[in-house]
């Protein structure tokens, strides 16, 4: 009897110390050892899913209210011909150019308005800062607020300077806007100096006639 007792304890003994041997612990599978954080059925989420969420490209603001978007034009330039296309200008409705003059750029502003093409430089002729800006309705000096009409240049009140009378020539051929270095660079000139016209008109007077007859009364020979 005491035999069968010793030997029921010495099985118990062994079947515990069994349940704890290192040996026997199972090793789990590999990838699943981080915390599934988030997925109630204990599954590990996909390698994707632990990625940082991918940035989405939020759209350009809009130009602020009352200005509209500038458009910028590479012009091409041939001796004194300085060309931009016709149909960049029909389809932004303005565009801003430059013209590099030595050692500085002379930026313009040009615009179609009841199919004339209109081009200032873009230089205030009140305070002299550069950039001119298209308003939607007037040109617009982003420094002094100043605003001009598109038509005739005049500053919309009078302790302001308004631009040069007067237009810069301009001609259209083969789906080309051209118009001459020289005249876009007087032009920049007289609108910064705040001149009153954009172009000097030089008068020619006839040459006097010393073989004329200026005696009164004339006599009529026949």
């Known amino acids: 009897m005491k035999l069968g007792l010793a030997a029921a304890v010495l099985l118990l003994v062994g079947l515990s110390v069994a349940c704890v041997a290192p040996g026997d612990v199972a090793e789990a599978p590999a990838g699943t050892q981080e915390a599934n954080s988030g997925d109630a059925s204990g599954d590990a989420l996909p390698a994707a899913d632990l990625d940082a969420p991918e940035e989405v490209d939020e759209p350009a603001p809009a130009p602020p209210s009352g200005r509209v978007a500038h458009a910028w034009v590479e012009p091409e330039i041939d001796r004194d011909a300085v060309t931009i296309p016709l149909d960049v200008v029909q389809n932004a409705g ?129």
């Not at 302790?159 to 789906?175: I, R």
């Open 94 to 222: 303005h565009v801003h150019f430059s013209l590099p003059v030595e050692d500085e750029a002379l930026d313009y502003l040009g615009y179609m308005l009841d199919g004339t093409f209109y081009v200032r430089a873009a230089v205030c002729p009140s305070c002299g800062s550069q950039g001119l800006l298209h308003g939607g309705t007037m040109l617009v000096c982003h420094s002094c607020s100043t605003m001009f009409d598109f038509v005739t240049g005049e500053a919309d009140d009078e302790e302001s300077a308004s631009f040069p009378q007067g237009l810069l020539p301009y001609g259209v051929a083969d789906a080309l806007l051209s118009m001459s270095s020289a005249e876009l660079v007087e032009s920049y000139e007289r609108t910064a100096a705040g001149e009153d016209t954009l172009f000097e008109v030089e008068v020619e007077t006839p040459p006097d006639d010393e073989d004329e007859d200026t005696s009164w009364p004339r006599c009529c020979a026949r």
